[in-house]
Nanobody, 121 residues
Framework: QVQLVESGGGLVQPGGSLRLSCAAS????????MGWYRQAPGKERELVAA???????SYSDSVKGRFTISRDNAKNTVFLQMNSLKPEDTAVYYC???????????????WGQGTLVTVSS
């Protein structure tokens, strides 16, 4: 069983920064894409940023230029550096990864439990 555990959420003032971390643990053979999603109250979950195993990244238009996704493949960890935070960034942030536990299995999706980010003065 593979688990994703997020950390780093909290309360920050507008214009501030936070860094989220997500570590995968369990029986892991390999991880391909990893990403961060968020869900604000009353809204659908949306993709914020994603990164491939080779390091290619993509971002939603709403965070481009402010957020940076990165990963440490040796530690099965993905990060989200969030700068210039705005009140509209307030949401529960979820980590997502495509993992497989053996070489002969297909990748399957795993989700973290979520971490709350609140941007408010």
């Amino acid at each position: 069983q593979v688990q994703l555990v997020e950390s780093g959420g909290g309360l920050v003032q507008p214009g501030g920064s936070l860094r989220l971390s997500c570590a995968a643990s369990g029986t892991i053979f390999s991880i391909n894409a990893m990403g961060w999603y968020r869900q604000a109250p009353g809204k659908e979950r949306e993709l914020v940023a994603a990164i491939t195993s080779g390091g290619s990244t993509s971002y939603s238009d709403s965070v481009k230029g402010r957020f940076t996704i990165s990963r440490d493949n040796a530690k099965n960890t993905v990060f989200l550096q969030m700068n210039s935070l705005k009140p509209e960034d307030t949401a529960v942030y979820y980590c997502n990864a495509g993992v497989r536990t053996t070489w002969y299995e297909k990748y399957y999706e795993v989700w973290g439990q979520g971490t709350l980010v609140t941007v408010s003065s």
